[in-house]
């Protein structure tokens, strides 16, 4: 699959483009999920993006525009394993990662793996369980293993976290903490069809569901080669300045009381080089960078503790994480 990549001139990445077998399949990958997600190219992309770039994607929104279809369309299109937790004020660490019971036939404990052992773990309604439960996730999302009673256990590769929560409902909810944001590459909000796409959703489902008719289009070993390939794009050095004085930029702003961590910086990075191995080329450019610096940093940064409400909050760090990019000097 690597063969696609050469040291052909960036003035021609249409040319990169043609007969590229990694291209075609991931065009291929992301028509299968749109049969089913309709109207949001964008928001299939940047999942694509996340699962190559080996991170994990939090979707917040309302209730009923998706989150949980996106999720199992994914696994479907690439034949992996998918596991669906519903977070709940009871759900308790061994829910998720798993827990020795004792088996009174031979007199040992034996291993019982939880739901988070799955290629695709969804994570519905995450911040409705309460801070001892969602830090279950954290070594998984870090370290792609769990480690219960002294004992590390890897979790099945490619390994990837979709987490959902509903931004208008706020009643028994526990907001995550930095520690768990600073963990998801990407925060989307996918947003209500418009009434085009509404319609063919209705026409789709009217009578049968479109997710059975998903097709695989890749398997784990695929995945695992785009991955590795992922690291093979190229970012020049007047990228890297680039990047790091957005970043720099988000740690200096009286605006911000946080700046962005280097774990942000790395996914960002990382994040830039998969979009452009999806688009077909073997190189990054700023706009790649441009593109990705909002759904990649609003969740990391903290504005200042007058605005109103969380959503007043992110609204005000977007527009803060604008004015850092428009005064930030774009490298030719």
């Given at each position: 699959m690597r063969d696609w990549i050469t040291s052909e001139s960036s003035a021609a990445p249409e040319k990169a483009a043609v007969g590229c077998p990694a291209f075609e399949k991931l065009k291929y990958l992301q028509a299968e999920i749109e049969r089913v997600i309709k109207g949001k190219p964008e928001t299939v992309k940047l999942t694509l993006v996340t699962?190559?770039?080996?991170?994990?994607?939090?979707i917040e929104d309302v209730p009923g525009i998706g989150k949980t279809t996106?999720?199992?369309?994914?696994?479907?299109?690439?034949d992996l394993s998918f596991q669906r937790i519903q977070f709940t004020s009871d759900l308790l660490p061994s829910d998720v990662i798993g827990l020795s019971i004792f088996?009174?036939?031979?007199?040992?404990?034996?291993w019982k793996p939880g739901p988070i052992f799955a290629n695709i773990v969804l994570?519905?309604?995450?911040?409705?369980?309460?801070?001892?439960?969602?830090s279950a996730l954290l070594e998984a999302m870090a370290e792609e293993q769990i480690t219960t009673e002294g004992v590390s256990r890897p979790l099945p590769l490619p390994f990837m976290v979709v987490a959902t929560q509903n931004p208008a409902e706020h009643h028994g909810t526990y907001p995550?903490?930095?520690?768990?944001?600073?963990?998801?590459?990407?925060?989307?909000?996918?947003?209500?069809?418009?009434?085009?796409?509404?319609?063919?959703?209705?026409?789709?489902?009217?009578?049968?569901?479109?997710l059975d008719f998903v097709r695989p289009v890749m398997g784990?070993?695929?995945?695992?080669?785009?991955?590795?390939?992922?690291?093979?794009?190229?970012?020049?050095?007047?990228?890297?300045?680039?990047?790091?004085?957005?970043?720099?930029?988000?740690?200096?702003?009286?605006?911000?009381?946080?700046?962005?961590?280097?774990?942000g910086t790395l996914a960002?990075?990382?994040?830039?080089?998969?979009?452009?191995?999806?688009?077909?080329?073997?190189?990054?450019?700023?706009?790649?960078?441009?593109?990705?610096?909002l759904p990649c940093f609003t969740h990391r940064v903290i504005v200042?503790?007058?605005?109103?409400?969380?959503?007043?909050?992110?609204?005000?760090?977007?527009?803060?994480?604008?004015?850092?990019?428009?005064?930030?000097?774009?490298p030719m």
């Open positions: 699962l190559l770039a080996k991170g994990h994607l939090l996106l999720a199992n369309a994914l696994s479907r299109a690439l088996n009174q036939k031979n007199g040992n404990f034996e994570a519905d309604e995450i911040n409705r369980a309460t801070p001892k439960t969602q995550l903490p930095e520690s768990q944001l600073d963990r998801f590459m990407f925060r989307l909000h996918v947003g209500y069809p418009d009434k085009a796409d509404e319609r063919q959703i209705l026409i789709d489902r009217e009578t049968a569901n479109p784990e070993s695929d995945i695992q080669e785009l991955q590795l390939m992922v690291a093979d794009v190229k970012f020049d050095d007047s990228l890297i300045e680039y990047l790091l004085e957005i970043v720099e930029r988000t740690r200096t702003s009286e605006a911000l009381e946080l700046g962005i961590s280097p774990r960002l990075f990382r994040a830039a080089q998969a979009l452009a191995l999806i688009e077909g080329r073997d190189y990054c450019t700023p706009d790649d960078i441009k593109r990705l610096v200042g503790a007058h605005s109103s409400s969380i959503k007043n909050r992110n609204r005000e760090a977007e527009q803060i994480l604008r004015d850092i990019l428009s005064k930030v000097k774009v």
